[in-house]
C-alpha cells in the first residue's frame, strides 16, 4: 500500500485495519519465588487495589483536617479559644458604677472601668455604653426616644492595664423605676483578626424626681359624691422637660365628668407642652364616685406620649389608694327611655320614666328624711314632668318628696325602704351645643339620729346622660326644577325617555357628625345620567354593576340647616317606562340610607327615607299632574 493511500485511511472516519499484523507479548508473573520449598507464593497487590487504599487513607486524613479546621475556626470566633488556647473575654474586667442616686430631671454620672489580665494586649479596642431609656444630653435640643449608643475608640489595651471612662445623660423615669443599660468593649486579640466582644449590663434604680408631681383627693369618698382630684407639677430641673403630657388612670368606681383643660385623647390624657425650671401646671379633673367595697387607686403619670405608636413613657407619677364609705341614706335612680340609643346616651325629644328608690341603712330611725331629685341640663322639658306626689321646686330645679307630704318620711326606720316614679321628656330643639342631662338624687335629713352629730348621713347618686345630636335626611324627587332643565314627557309614556332630578338633603342640630355617608340603587331601568349639582361639591359616584350611589359629605357640623345651610347634592336619572308599569307610579331610586358618626356621643346616626318614585309629592307642579306611567 502506497504511502500517501496509508496516509488517507489513518484520518478516515471509520476506517479500520482488521488485516494489520499484531505483536504478541509474554505477560509477566506476578509471583513471587519462594524461599524455600515449604512456602506459597505471595501475589503482589493488583495496582486497582493499591489506588483504593491510598484513596481511603486520603479521605480519612482529609475529613479530619476539615473538622480540625472548622473546630479552631469556631473556637476563635467565639471566643472560646484564643491564639494562646485561652478564653481572653474570661480575663476582662467590665464593670459600671454610678457615683449619685438616679434623679428624674438630674444628671447622672456612669463611671466604667475595664482591666486587662490577660497575657497578650486587646488591639483596637472600643467600648460602647447604651444608655438608659429617655436619657438625655446634658445641654442641646431634646433627643426623641432617648440617647443613641456612644462609641469610644481605647487604642491597644496591653496586659494588666486598668482603666476607666466617664458616661452622663439627664435621666428620666418613674420613682422606684430600675434604669437598665449595657455596656460592651470589642477587641482583637494581639496577632489575631478575630474581632472579640465582652458585654455586661447594669442598673440604676431612680430614687426621686426634679419634677415635682402631686395627685390630690378629698380625704372621705362616698359613693354618689361628686369629687374634684387635682394634679400639680412642678419642675427644678435645670434642664426643660419638653414635649411632655400627663394621662389620668381612673379606678373602676370613678366616673369622670368634666376637666378644666380639654383632654387630648378621651378623657385620659393631656398634652402640658415644656415645663422649665420652676414652670408650674395645675390639672383639674371632676368626677363621680361608685359604690364599691374594695379600695379603689387612682394615678397620675407623668411622661411622653407617642400618639403614632399610642405609647406612654413615664417621668414620674403620682398614686393615691383610697376606699370609699358606703352612703348611710342611699337612693338609686333607674332610668328607661324610649330611645336608650346606648349606655349614657339619649336623644332629643326622648321620653324618660324613672325610679327614684331610697333606704336608710343606719342602725336607728331617722326623723323627717327629704328625697330629692335635681334636674341639672338645659336639655330637659320641664313642662312634661309628671310625678306621683313629688313637688316642683322652680328655684331649686328639682322634684321634692318632703315628710309633712309623704307619711312615710316622718320617720324611715332602720332598712326601711320606699319607691318613687316620675316621668321627664327632652327637648327635641336644643340651643347649646354637645348637651348632657343629669340626674342628681339625695336622701338627707336636717335632724341627725343621736351618736351622728357631725357625720354626713345623707346619700346622693348622679346619673348622667349625652344627648345625641338629632340629625335629619331627606330625600326628594323633582320634574320641575330650577337647577337642571329635565325633558321628556310628564307624566311619563311607555318607550319614551324622561329625566328627573333627586335632591338628597342633610341637616344636623347639636353636635358635630363626622364620616358621613348616603347610599341608595337604582333600579335596572333608571339610567344614570352623570349630571350633578353642584359640580364640585360632596363625592358621588354610581357603580353601574352593583347600580349602588354613594355621596359621602364627611363632617356635617352642628347647626347645619339652622345657623347653616343644609348640605345637599342633586343629581339627574332618566327613566323609559314599559307597559308593565301602566297606571301606576314607578320606582326612581331606593330607599336612601345615612350614617354619620356623632362625634361628642361617640354612637353612629342613621336616617332611612322612603323610595323616590314618578308621583314626585315635593314637587307640587308634578304632584297635581299625577305621576302615573301612561300608554
Given at each position: 500500500?502506497?504511502?500517501?493511500?496509508?496516509?488517507?485511511?489513518?484520518?478516515?472516519?471509520?476506517?479500520?485495519?482488521?488485516?494489520?499484523?499484531?505483536?504478541?507479548?509474554?505477560?509477566?508473573?506476578?509471583t513471587?519465588?519462594?524461599?524455600?520449598?515449604?512456602?506459597?507464593?505471595?501475589?503482589e497487590?493488583?495496582?486497582?487495589?493499591?489506588?483504593?487504599?491510598?484513596?481511603?487513607?486520603?479521605?480519612?486524613?482529609g475529613?479530619?483536617?476539615?473538622i480540625?479546621?472548622?473546630?479552631?475556626?469556631?473556637?476563635?470566633?467565639?471566643?472560646?479559644?484564643?491564639?494562646?488556647?485561652?478564653?481572653?473575654?474570661?480575663?476582662?474586667?467590665?464593670?459600671?458604677?454610678?457615683?449619685?442616686?438616679?434623679?428624674?430631671?438630674?444628671?447622672l454620672?456612669?463611671?466604667?472601668?475595664?482591666?486587662?489580665?490577660?497575657?497578650?494586649?486587646?488591639?483596637?479596642?472600643?467600648?460602647?455604653?447604651?444608655?438608659?431609656?429617655?436619657?438625655?444630653?446634658?445641654?442641646?435640643?431634646?433627643?426623641?426616644?432617648?440617647?443613641?449608643p456612644?462609641?469610644?475608640?481605647?487604642?491597644?489595651?496591653?496586659?494588666?492595664?486598668?482603666?476607666?471612662?466617664?458616661f452622663?445623660?439627664?435621666?428620666?423615669?418613674?420613682?422606684?423605676?430600675?434604669?437598665?443599660?449595657q455596656?460592651?468593649?470589642?477587641?482583637?486579640?494581639?496577632?489575631?483578626?478575630?474581632?472579640?466582644?465582652?458585654?455586661?449590663?447594669?442598673?440604676?434604680?431612680?430614687?426621686?424626681?426634679?419634677?415635682?408631681?402631686?395627685?390630690l383627693?378629698?380625704?372621705?369618698?362616698?359613693?354618689?359624691?361628686?369629687?374634684?382630684?387635682q394634679?400639680?407639677?412642678?419642675?427644678?430641673?435645670?434642664?426643660?422637660?419638653?414635649?411632655?403630657?400627663?394621662?389620668?388612670?381612673y379606678?373602676?368606681?370613678?366616673?369622670?365628668?368634666?376637666?378644666?383643660?380639654?383632654?387630648?385623647?378621651?378623657?385620659?390624657?393631656?398634652?402640658?407642652?415644656?415645663?422649665?425650671?420652676?414652670?408650674?401646671?395645675?390639672?383639674?379633673?371632676k368626677?363621680?364616685?361608685?359604690?364599691?367595697?374594695?379600695?379603689?387607686?387612682?394615678?397620675?403619670?407623668?411622661?411622653?406620649?407617642?400618639?403614632?405608636?399610642?405609647?406612654?413613657?413615664?417621668f414620674?407619677?403620682?398614686?393615691?389608694?383610697?376606699?370609699?364609705?358606703?352612703?348611710?341614706?342611699?337612693?338609686?335612680?333607674?332610668?328607661?327611655a324610649?330611645?336608650?340609643?346606648?349606655?349614657?346616651?339619649?336623644?332629643?325629644?326622648?321620653?324618660?320614666?324613672?325610679?327614684?328608690?331610697?333606704?336608710?341603712?343606719?342602725?336607728?330611725?331617722?326623723?323627717?328624711?327629704?328625697?330629692?331629685?335635681t334636674?341639672?341640663?338645659?336639655?330637659?322639658?320641664?313642662?312634661?314632668?309628671?310625678?306621683?306626689?313629688?313637688?316642683?321646686?322652680?328655684?331649686?330645679?328639682?322634684?321634692?318628696?318632703?315628710?309633712g307630704?309623704?307619711p312615710?318620711?316622718?320617720?324611715?326606720?332602720?332598712?326601711?325602704?320606699?319607691?318613687?316614679?316620675?316621668?321627664?321628656?327632652?327637648?327635641?330643639?336644643?340651643?347649646?351645643?354637645?348637651?348632657?342631662?343629669?340626674?342628681?338624687?339625695?336622701m338627707?335629713?336636717?335632724?341627725?339620729?343621736?351618736?351622728?352629730?357631725?357625720?354626713?348621713?345623707?346619700?346622693?347618686?348622679?346619673?348622667?346622660?349625652?344627648?345625641?345630636?338629632?340629625?335629619?335626611?331627606?330625600?326628594?324627587g323633582?320634574?320641575?326644577?330650577?337647577?337642571?332643565?329635565?325633558?321628556?314627557?310628564?307624566?311619563?309614556?311607555?318607550?319614551?325617555?324622561?329625566?328627573?332630578?333627586?335632591?338628597?338633603?342633610?341637616?344636623?342640630?347639636?353636635?358635630?357628625?363626622?364620616?358621613?355617608?348616603?347610599?341608595?340603587?337604582?333600579?335596572?331601568y333608571?339610567?344614570?345620567?352623570?349630571?350633578?349639582?353642584?359640580p364640585?361639591?360632596?363625592?358621588?359616584?354610581?357603580d353601574?354593576?352593583?347600580?349602588?350611589?354613594?355621596?359621602?359629605?364627611?363632617?356635617?357640623?352642628?347647626?347645619?340647616?339652622?345657623?347653616?345651610?343644609?348640605?345637599?347634592?342633586?343629581?339627574?336619572?332618566a327613566?323609559?317606562?314599559?307597559?308593565?308599569?301602566?297606571?301606576?307610579?314607578?320606582?326612581?331610586?331606593?330607599?336612601?340610607?345615612?350614617?354619620?358618626?356623632?362625634?361628642?356621643?361617640?354612637?353612629?346616626?342613621?336616617?332611612?327615607?322612603?323610595?323616590?318614585?314618578?308621583?314626585?309629592?315635593?314637587?307640587?307642579?308634578?304632584?297635581?299632574?299625577?305621576?302615573?306611567?301612561?300608554?
Amino acid at each position: 500500500m502506497a504511502l500517501d493511500d496509508l496516509r488517507r485511511r489513518l484520518f478516515k472516519k471509520g476506517e479500520g485495519f482488521e488485516d494489520r499484523e499484531h505483536s504478541w507479548r509474554l505477560r509477566r508473573n506476578n509471583t513471587q519465588a519462594p524461599v524455600s520449598w515449604k512456602e506459597d507464593a505471595v501475589v503482589e497487590e493488583d495496582s486497582m487495589q493499591k489506588f483504593l487504599r491510598k484513596l481511603l487513607w486520603w479521605g480519612i486524613g482529609g475529613g479530619l483536617g476539615t473538622i480540625a479546621i472548622v473546630m479552631v475556626g469556631y473556637l476563635l470566633i467565639s471566643g472560646k479559644w484564643s491564639v494562646l488556647g485561652v478564653d481572653t473575654r474570661k480575663n476582662i474586667n467590665l464593670t459600671v458604677e454610678s457615683a449619685d442616686d438616679a434623679i428624674a430631671g438630674k444628671k447622672l454620672v456612669w463611671r466604667v472601668v475595664y482591666e486587662n489580665k490577660n497575657d497578650i494586649a486587646l488591639d483596637k479596642a472600643v467600648l460602647v455604653f447604651a444608655y438608659p431609656p429617655m436619657s438625655q444630653p446634658l445641654s442641646g435640643d431634646y433627643m426623641k426616644g432617648g440617647l443613641r449608643p456612644e462609641r469610644r475608640e481605647l487604642g491597644t489595651i496591653n496586659p494588666g492595664d486598668k482603666k476607666e471612662e466617664l458616661f452622663s445623660a439627664i435621666v428620666f423615669g418613674a420613682q422606684d423605676e430600675i434604669l437598665k443599660g449595657q455596656v460592651k468593649i470589642e477587641y482583637r486579640p494581639r496577632d489575631s483578626s478575630v474581632l472579640l466582644a465582652k458585654e455586661t449590663a447594669y442598673e440604676s434604680p431612680v430614687k426621686g424626681s426634679l419634677l415635682g408631681v402631686e395627685l390630690l383627693l378629698p380625704k372621705e369618698l362616698k359613693a354618689g359624691q361628686q369629687i374634684e382630684a387635682q394634679l400639680s407639677l412642678v419642675s427644678s430641673a435645670e434642664t426643660p422637660f419638653r414635649g411632655i403630657s400627663v394621662e389620668m388612670m381612673y379606678p373602676d368606681a370613678f366616673e369622670f365628668i368634666s376637666s378644666n383643660i380639654k383632654p387630648t385623647k378621651g378623657n385620659t390624657i393631656w398634652t402640658i407642652g415644656d415645663l422649665g425650671k420652676g414652670d408650674t401646671f395645675k390639672l383639674s379633673v371632676k368626677g363621680r364616685i361608685k359604690d364599691s367595697i374594695a379600695p379603689q387607686s387612682m394615678k397620675a403619670k407623668v411622661g411622653v406620649y407617642d400618639r403614632t405608636k399610642n405609647e406612654f413613657d413615664i417621668f414620674t407619677s403620682s398614686e393615691k389608694t383610697f376606699a370609699i364609705t358606703p352612703p348611710l341614706l342611699v337612693t338609686k335612680l333607674t332610668i328607661n327611655a324610649e330611645d336608650d340609643l346606648d349606655t349614657g346616651v339619649l336623644l332629643a325629644g326622648t321620653s324618660i320614666k324613672a325610679v327614684l328608690e331610697w333606704q336608710n341603712n343606719l342602725p336607728v330611725a331617722v326623723s323627717n328624711a327629704t328625697v330629692e331629685v335635681t334636674f341639672e341640663g338645659e336639655a330637659f322639658d320641664i313642662k312634661t314632668l309628671i310625678s306621683d306626689r313629688g313637688e316642683f321646686d322652680q328655684d331649686r330645679n328639682s322634684l321634692r318628696w318632703v315628710p309633712g307630704r309623704i307619711p312615710e318620711l316622718l320617720v324611715v326606720d332602720p332598712g326601711e325602704s320606699g319607691a318613687f316614679r316620675f316621668s321627664i321628656t327632652t327637648k327635641k330643639t336644643i340651643s347649646v351645643r354637645n348637651p348632657t342631662l343629669v340626674f342628681r338624687s339625695t336622701m338627707q335629713t336636717r335632724e341627725l339620729p343621736s351618736g351622728y352629730e357631725g357625720v354626713d348621713i345623707s346619700g346622693e347618686e348622679r346619673v348622667t346622660y349625652k344627648l345625641a345630636t338629632r340629625a335629619s335626611f331627606s330625600q326628594k324627587g323633582y320634574f320641575y326644577d330650577s337647577r337642571v332643565q329635565n325633558s321628556g314627557p310628564f307624566p311619563p309614556r311607555v318607550g319614551q325617555e324622561s329625566t328627573y332630578l333627586i335632591v338628597w338633603s342633610v341637616t344636623n342640630a347639636t353636635n358635630d357628625l363626622t364620616d358621613g355617608v348616603v347610599r341608595a340603587t337604582l333600579p335596572s331601568y333608571i339610567r344614570w345620567r352623570g349630571v350633578v349639582d353642584p359640580p364640585s361639591g360632596a363625592p358621588i359616584t354610581f357603580d353601574e354593576a352593583t347600580r349602588e350611589i354613594s355621596w359621602l359629605p364627611g363632617s356635617i357640623p352642628a347647626g347645619t340647616g339652622s345657623s347653616d345651610r343644609a348640605r345637599e347634592v342633586a343629581f339627574q336619572i332618566a327613566f323609559t317606562p314599559s307597559l308593565p308599569q301602566v297606571g301606576q307610579p314607578a320606582e326612581l331610586v331606593s330607599a336612601a340610607r345615612f350614617e354619620g358618626r356623632d362625634s361628642f356621643a361617640n354612637i353612629t346616626i342613621t336616617q332611612t327615607t322612603a323610595r323616590a318614585t314618578t308621583a314626585l309629592r315635593d314637587d307640587p307642579r308634578a304632584f297635581r299632574e299625577g305621576g302615573e306611567v301612561e300608554e
